[in-house]
């Protein structure tokens, strides 16, 4: 009988990856997307904030850019294109989708899916809810 030793501890491991999105206000995007998903913020300053996504080693990151130019959804011919975009399963699209707009996010004249919503964050980024299917 082989035993395995325990995974090590998350803040242990050296193969973080994240996502790191710019915004001008970045206090007003860690806290929208603290909120919509229930991370807690791990550090925030003026210029730079982190999400602690609860497991795993993956985070999401604000950076503050003065010249932050909002993407336009869905993409013009001359205009800031979108360069990624946040995917999020949830169970109840439209109760979801309501409480995203309450804590701040448009949603976006452009729907292209009937099971997806797209919507846009405080700092204009795309992001999908998207129901989960049996």
Avoid: K
Avoid at 5 to 31: F, Y
Avoid at 72 to 84: C, F, N
């Amino acid at each position: 009988m082989t035993t395995s030793a325990p995974p090590p501890d998350r803040w242990q491991r050296h193969d973080w990856w994240g996502v790191v999105l710019d915004a001008p206000d970045v206090r007003e995007l860690a806290e929208f997307y603290s909120q919509l998903r229930g991370w807690p913020i791990y550090s925030i300053d003026r210029n730079d904030a982190a999400l602690d996504l609860g497991e795993g080693v993956a985070y999401l990151s604000i950076q503050r850019n003065d010249n932050y130019i909002r993407p336009t959804w869905p993409a013009e011919d001359r205009a800031q294109q979108m360069m990624l975009h946040l995917d999020f399963e949830v169970t109840d699209l439209a109760t979801e989708t309501e409480r995203a707009i309450r804590l701040g996010a448009r949603l976006a004249s452009y729907q292209p899916q009937d099971d997806v919503r797209v919507l846009l964050d405080p700092a204009g980024h795309p992001f999908c809810l998207y129901a989960a299917t049996d």
